[in-house]
Nanobody
Framework: QVQLVESGGGLVQAGGFLRLSCGAS????????VGWYRQAPGKQRESVAS???????NYADSVKGRFTISRDHAKKTVYLQMNSLKVEDTGVYYC???????????WGQGTQVTVSS
């Protein structure tokens, strides 16, 4: 059974930090590009950051310089370090494993991040 399990969300004041984790099981995680998306109330889900199997990273302009994505192949885990959090970073954060030539993509169940002013 495929599972992507996120953790680390919570309530934090603006300017604070959180670290999200996403552990994978049941899929060939290390060969995939993986990333984080978020969805704020009333808005579409948007890409926040991604990291390839080789370690190349991409970030949304809104989080560049504040968020850092990383992965641990041995632990089959991807992380999102979020610093200098803003109220507009509030939303449900989802872990995503991109599809491959032989398998579909997968989503985690989401973890709530709330940044208060």
């Amino acid at each position: 059974q495929v599972q992507l399990v996120e953790s680390g969300g919570g309530l934090v004041q603006a300017g604070g930090f959180l670290r999200l984790s996403c552990g994978a099981s049941g899929i060939n995680f290390n060969d995939r590009t993986v990333g984080w998306y978020r969805q704020a109330p009333g808005k579409q889900r948007e890409s926040v950051a991604s990291i390839s199997h080789g370690g190349m990273t991409n970030y949304a302009d809104s989080v560049k310089g504040r968020f850092t994505i990383s992965r641990d192949h041995a632990k089959k885990t991807v992380y999102l370090q979020m610093n200098s959090l803003k109220v507009e970073d509030t939303g449900v954060y989802y872990c995503h494993a991109e599809r491959t030539a032989w398998d579909k993509d997968y989503w985690g169940q989401g973890t709530q991040v709330t940044v208060s002013s």
